[in-house]
């Protein structure tokens, strides 16, 4: 009777992982701005750094292809997409309508009132991230922030819909909240966003609607400004397809 190869089986069961493994690994790379923007992809390179031919290398680039984190070009190769300003533009439209819809509906069915407690500890966590210039995790707690309304009325299918996982937005966002800046324009920036967020609170416990929405507006579209910013002072013009 022969004797079953479970080494070849074991080989079979993890090749297809492969492309996935590939992807997962340039994502994050590319999302958080350690491959910039324009740089250039080695096929070659990254099956040899995943021992691998380059079948689930070229798989894992069509897929980046795909959602617009790679830009491919025949006969020069697989490039880092720069960042579509256009694109984020869109996106910062669609957080602004949707999650300003999210809060305000939490508001009227008088959900966050008694969670300012919770809400205010959100916000003190982040103030003294910013003091440890841990913005790294102050952009993690940015999210989680963000995320809290959402999961208060099973909305999380929303978020879809909010970007949340398009390139172009999530390394802008990173520029937004001055991740890849200089130190005195990294706090400034993030420091800026923690106290809009201290000013949402505040709307929500005076239990001033108005208010809340018009803060929540702003804090989309700081953004826009931001960005705006940064190119008018020629940083990071390598990073944008304008």
Same mark, same amino acid.
């Not at 913005?135 to 929303?158: G, P, R």
């Not at 200089?182 to 993030?190: A, E, H, I, V």
């Given at each position: 009777?022969?004797?079953?190869?479970?080494?070849?089986?074991?080989?079979?069961?993890?090749?297809?992982?492969?492309?996935?493994?590939?992807?997962?690994?340039?994502?994050?790379?590319?999302?958080?701005?350690?491959?910039?923007?324009?740089?250039?992809?080695?096929?070659?390179?990254?099956?040899?750094?995943?021992?691998?031919? =380059?079948?689930?290398?070229?798989?894992?680039?069509? #897929?980046?292809?795909?959602? /617009?984190?790679?830009? +491919?070009?025949? *006969? &020069?190769?697989?490039?880092?997409?720069?960042?579509?300003?256009?694109?984020?533009?869109?996106?910062?439209?669609?957080?602004?309508?949707?999650?300003?819809?999210?809060?305000?509906?939490?508001?009227?069915?008088?959900?966050?009132?008694?969670?300012?407690?919770?809400?205010?500890?959100?916000?003190?966590?982040?103030?003294?991230?910013?003091?440890?210039?841990?913005?790294?995790?102050?952009?993690?707690?940015?999210?989680?922030?963000?995320?809290?309304?959402?999961?208060?009325?099973?909305?999380?299918?929303?978020?879809?819909?909010?970007? =949340?996982?398009?390139?172009?937005?999530?390394?802008? #966002?990173?520029?937004?909240? /001055?991740?890849?800046? +200089?130190?005195? *324009? &990294?706090?400034?920036?993030?420091?800026?966003?923690?106290?809009?967020?201290?000013?949402?609170?505040?709307?929500?416990?005076?239990?001033?609607?108005?208010?809340?929405?018009?803060?929540?507006?702003?804090?989309?579209?700081?953004?826009?400004?931001?960005?705006?910013?940064?190119?008018?002072?020629?940083?990071?013009?390598?990073?944008?397809?304008?």
């Amino acid at each position: 009777m022969e004797t079953p190869n479970f080494e070849n089986k074991d080989s079979a069961i993890e090749a297809p992982k492969l492309p996935d493994e590939i992807h997962y690994y340039l994502w994050n790379k590319i999302a958080t701005l350690e491959l910039k923007p324009g740089v250039k992809l080695s096929e070659l390179g990254l099956a040899e750094q995943f021992n691998c031919s =380059r079948i689930p290398v070229r798989e894992a680039v069509r #897929r980046l292809n795909v959602e /617009g984190a790679l830009d +491919s070009q025949p *006969q &020069r190769g697989s490039f880092v997409s720069r960042i579509d300003l256009n694109e984020v533009k869109r996106v910062r439209y669609l957080r602004e309508v949707l999650e300003t819809r999210i809060v305000l509906d939490a508001y009227d069915a008088d959900l966050l009132g008694p969670l300012v407690p919770l809400l205010r500890g959100m916000v003190r966590d982040q103030k003294n991230m910013l003091s440890f210039n841990e913005l790294e995790k102050m952009t993690e707690a940015d999210s989680q922030f963000h995320d809290f309304f959402y999961h208060l009325e099973n909305k999380e299918f929303v978020q879809a819909h909010t970007g =949340r996982y398009d390139i172009h937005y999530i390394r802008a #966002r990173r520029l937004a909240l /001055g991740v890849e800046r +200089s130190d005195k *324009q &990294r706090y400034d920036d993030s420091l800026n966003v923690v106290l809009q967020h201290d000013r949402m609170v505040d709307a929500i416990e005076n239990r001033d609607r108005a208010a809340l929405e018009d803060e929540l507006i702003n804090h989309f579209r700081n953004i826009n400004h931001t960005l705006e910013d940064i190119l008018s002072r020629n940083e990071f013009t390598d990073y944008f397809l304008i």
